[in-house]
């Protein structure tokens, strides 16, 4: 059995998709890595305003994150895990580049 894989550096990571799961929204934003502290400061889908998560659960489970006990990949690791917890209220996609087509040239 074969297998294709993928994989990108974190670098390369520069855009954000959202897709709101609320059932009458479905709302897709894009927005660079850069802004989304600043753009989704409350958490809520820009189209609809569903908050992606329960503000006491998220700030609980993200309180635990800074505790400074954690190395910065563990933390990363920990808020993937957080996000896809939330994933019935938010998809989250990180936008590549296909690179398939340029490696062949
Ligand atoms: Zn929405």
Redesign the pocket.
């Known amino acids: 059995m074969s297998e294709k894989l993928f994989k990108f550096l974190l670098s390369e990571i520069t855009l954000l998709r959202l897709r709101?799961r609320?059932a009458v929204?479905g709302?897709v934003s894009e927005m660079p890595i850069g802004k989304v502290g600043e753009l989704l400061k409350r958490g809520h889908?820009p189209?609809?305003n569903?908050p992606f998560h329960d503000k006491a659960d998220w700030l609980s489970s993200f309180n635990q994150l800074t505790t400074g006990s954690m190395s910065a990949v563990a933390i990363f690791a920990e808020c993937l895990k957080l996000l896809k917890a939330i994933n019935d209220r938010v998809e989250i996609e990180f936008v590549l580049p296909d690179k398939s087509e340029s490696e062949t040239d």
């Open positions: 709101c609320n929204c709302g889908c189209f609809c569903q």
